[in-house]
């Protein structure tokens, strides 16, 4: 499944199983493990839960295998590893503890900075 494929499909299911604050990172050129990131905010840990499952079973349906997941019950944070897409699916006070949007964009704002210093 080509990449962009790949990321359609978890967008419409974390769109149909009501994920929140839906948000892709392109993280290519500056990690080798992957090329995009998805984050996702659920309403609980049955909510994240669920949402890696039907991520799963969909990406499976499309001939691709997922390659691991951590996180489960009871866990305030699930990463589903698809390849190319890593997909964290946090509740609202993992997401806003760990900040991932703003760990990522972390190299962005310091070529901001060096471009303003020129």
């Known amino acids: 499944m080509q990449t962009e494929a790949l ?6 299911v974390l769109d149909e199983r009501k994920g929140h604050n839906i948000t892709v990172l392109d993280v290519r050129g500056k990690t080798s493990v992957t090329d995009y990131m998805i984050l996702a ?6 909510h994240i839960n669920a949402m890696a499952d ?5 990406v499976k349906e499309n001939g691709q295998k997922p ?9 305030d944070w699930v990463l589903l590893d698809l390849g190319d897409v890593i997909v964290h699916l946090m509740t609202d006070q993992a997401r ?23």
């Open 54 to 58: 039907y991520i799963s079973e969909k």
């Open 41 to 46: 905010t659920g309403t609980s840990d049955r």
């Open 67 to 75: 390659l691991g997941q951590e996180g489960g019950i009871g866990a």
């Open 7 to 12: 990321l359609k499909v978890v967008q419409d």
């Open 96 to 118: 806003a503890f760990y900040q991932l949007e703003k760990l990522w964009s972390v190299e962005q704002k310091a070529e901001a900075l060096e471009a303003l210093q020129d």
